[in-house]
């Protein structure tokens, strides 16, 4: 359980940190957190030679509320999401995710880019990324970029970016006031990866659906936007017979694997009534105002 010698840096500006990355090269990583790195490193899974500790690069850290959008930082922490006032007022989703994620010690420690950067599809802000049609900011040695979420997963621990990239923070839009909300998660205990998982942003007119977005967490190789679930309720008041529809159309685009929690018939099931309670919380939250 011990990593593998590793030299360590700490730069101090992004510019930094790329020029660090680009020429250490392949064997190099960034460090932010470290809950998913060191335990790897530990397990011999990650022998990377250099490690790129983002902790003191400035700029990483602050929550930004742009009016339309909200920015976040790279190396935020899934904690200073949770106590951050203006997440709870204007993106709530964003806290009852973060709040399932993992346990407090990890949450002090463990950060949003770190958590959507590297391609588990256990982790559970991808998804909630695909939900909320965020954007990437990647800076490079070649500039900076924006990469839609819904265009960065590629496959397990495979994503768009490229060598000496970094991920500097995300770009969320805001979703109206009043809207509903909710990230159900199935796990077999506190601190547990998802067994399935989903998360739903809707709003309601007049009591029907005017606007869905619904993704999946750990039912595949990549977190899954479930377009086609989406688009089933509008119009809909949510009833039953819509609801049912919804969640097997989530269903048939998962792939996920037999492993300790559950075959695979079972956790494509779970995601089934993980969409049909996020999408009945969601739509409660909305009838009285989010
Ligand atoms: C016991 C345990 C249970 C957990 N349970 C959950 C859970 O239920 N749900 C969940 O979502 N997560 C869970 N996690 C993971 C935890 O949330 C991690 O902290 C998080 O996924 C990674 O964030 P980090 O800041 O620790 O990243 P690190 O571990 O430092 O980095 C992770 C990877 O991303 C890369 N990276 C980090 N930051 C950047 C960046 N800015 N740009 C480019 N690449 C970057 C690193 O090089 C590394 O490859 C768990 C972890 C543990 C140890």
């Given at each position: ?20 990355l680009v020429r250490l090269g392949d064997e190099a990583r960034p460090l932010a957190g470290g809950h998913s790195l060191i335990p790897m490193m ?249």
């Amino acid at each position: 359980m011990i990593p593998g010698p590793f030299a360590y840096y700490r730069p101090s500006s992004v510019a930094e940190a790329v020029g660090l990355l680009v020429r250490l090269g392949d064997e190099a990583r960034p460090l932010a957190g470290g809950h998913s790195l060191i335990p790897m490193m530990k397990l011999r899974m990650a022998t990377p030679e250099h490690l790129v500790d983002l902790a003191g690069v400035a700029g990483l850290k602050e929550i930004r509320d742009n009016g339309a959008t909200i920015t976040i930082g790279a190396t935020v922490t899934q904690a200073e999401l949770i106590n951050s006032e203006l997440l709870l007022r204007r993106l709530p989703i964003l806290r009852e995710t973060a709040l399932q994620v993992a346990d407090p010690q990890i949450r002090s420690k463990g950060t949003l880019g770190g958590n959507v950067a590297n391609g588990d599809p256990g982790n559970d802000m991808p998804a909630l990324m695909h939900c909320l049609n965020a954007t990437y900011l990647l800076e490079g040695p070649a500039g900076s970029r924006l990469v839609p979420a819904r265009d960065y997963y590629q496959g397990a621990y495979f994503t768009a970016l490229g060598q000496g990239e970094l991920l500097t923070g995300v770009s969320i839009p805001v979703p109206p006031l009043g809207h509903g909300y909710a990230y159900e998660k199935l796990k077999r205990k506190i601190g547990d990866y998802a067994t399935a998982a989903a998360a739903v942003v809707l709003t309601l007119v007049d009591g029907r659906v005017a606007t869905a977005s619904i993704a999946l967490t750990n039912v595949a190789a990549t977190p899954l936007f479930a377009e086609a679930a989406g688009a089933i309720v509008l119009g809909s008041t949510l009833d039953a017979a819509t609801v049912k529809r919804a969640a097997a159309a989530a269903k048939a685009i998962t792939d996920p694997a037999t492993d300790g929690r559950g075959t695979a018939e079972y956790r494509r099931e779970m995601t089934g009534v993980m969409v049909s309670r996020a999408l009945m919380k969601a739509a409660a939250r909305a009838r009285i105002g989010g």
